[in-house]
């Protein structure tokens, strides 16, 4: 009788165990598809600089703006500065990616010119770099738009944001 309860435990124990290694498996799997998930969308290159700088720059324009009281007029140019820095930003975006079709098409050919590759790419990042300066040279225009108050606020404003690199 012993003997018989004995077994029927090591029976339901060990229906217990495969229960959990069985688990366990799927467990391991789950996380496996989620690591190489994870890789798979990791690795991907992500060249869309242009979309993210023009997000943040109107951003920073509207919550500045916000502090700085503006009036109708001002207002009005502010939006005109805001789609000025998205054109300038969405035409860096269609150069970028004439030039990466440009790239890979080389890339393609069966003897591919390297020395042509580079150069667009070279020619890529100094379009990029510039897109970046003429958005700087709009949010400095945009200053002659302001009164001497609305100006010494936004220096402080400046100013306050400059300390905290340190």
Known sequence: MIRFI?????????????????LNRYFIYFMAAIFLGGLVVGCKPRIDTMSKAEKIFIKKVDKTAGKLDLNQDQKMKLEGLKAEIRRN???GVKEKKEALRKIKEEGMKENPDIQKMTSLL????????????KAFDLLLGFQSNLNEVQKRKLTEMISKYVKKWD
């Not at 004995?6 to 229906?15: A, K, V």
């Not at 070279?122 to 300066?133: A, I, N, P, V």
């Open 6 to 22: 004995l077994e029927r435990f090591n029976t339901y124990f060990q229906q217990e165990r495969r229960k959990k290694m069985k």
């Open 89 to 91: 930003f969405q035409e």
């Open 122 to 133: 070279q020619g890529m990042l100094r379009d990029e770099t510039q897109r970046f300066s």
